[in-house]
C-alpha cells in the first residue's frame, strides 16, 4: 500500500450545498437523464463558488462539500446565497421542482490526498466536516457562530440565531 500524501491541518471555510426536491425527481427520472441533471448541477456549483475562491472537495448525490480559504467567510457565504437563480434555471432546463440550501462553517481540518492508491483526491477531514453536514437541512442557508462573526455588521441583521448548536438562518 503506497503512503498517504502529506495532510496538513488549516482552517477552511467549507461550505454543503445541496438540492431540495432531488429526492422526489430521482424517483421520477431514468437514470441517464439523472446523472446529467446532476452533473449540470455540480458545474453550477463549482462555477458559483470559484469568483469567491472556493472550490468543490467533492460531491455525493446531490450534495457539493466545498473548501473556501478562511479569510473569504463572507465571501462563501454571498456565494452560496446566491445560488437562487442558477438552481431555478437548472430546474427548468431538467424539467425538475428543485430548490437548494446550504451549511457554512469555519473550522480546522485536515486537508490533502487521500483514498486508495491508484486514485487519490483531495480531501478535507475533521470534526468540522461533520459538523458543516450536520448543521440543518433543507431550503435556506445556515452559518455557524464563526462564520457569523466573520460577516460585516451590516450584513448580520438579517439573520437569526438559531440553538443549540448556534447556527444563522438567512431570512432576507
Request: glycine share 12%.
Amino acid at each position: 500500500m503506497a503512503p498517504m500524501s502529506q495532510l496538513t491541518e488549516r482552517k477552511l471555510a467549507l461550505a454543503v450545498v445541496d438540492l431540495t426536491g432531488f429526492m422526489r425527481a430521482s424517483e421520477k427520472t431514468e437514470a441517464a437523464p439523472l446523472a446529467r441533471f446532476l452533473d449540470d448541477w455540480y458545474g453550477v456549483v463549482a462555477e458559483s463558488v470559484a469568483p469567491a475562491g472556493g472550490a468543490v472537495v467533492k460531491c455525493v448525490g446531490d450534495g457539493c462539500l466545498v473548501a473556501f480559504p478562511p479569510e473569504r467567510c463572507a465571501d462563501a457565504v454571498t456565494a452560496v446565497s446566491g445560488l437562487g437563480d442558477a438552481v431555478a434555471a437548472l430546474g427548468k432546463r431538467h424539467g425538475q421542482k428543485v430548490g437548494y440550501g446550504a451549511n457554512v462553517h469555519l473550522a480546522v481540518v485536515a486537508d490533502g490526498e487521500i483514498g486508495p492508491p491508484n486514485d487519490r483526491r483531495r480531501d478535507v477531514v475533521g470534526a468540522g466536516v461533520n459538523h458543516v453536514f450536520t448543521m440543518g437541512n433543507g431550503a435556506g442557508v445556515r452559518v455557524s457562530e464563526p462564520v457569523y462573526r466573520q460577516l460585516p455588521n451590516d450584513r448580520r441583521r438579517a439573520w437569526r440565531k438559531r440553538k443549540p448548536p448556534a447556527t444563522y438562518t438567512f431570512e432576507g
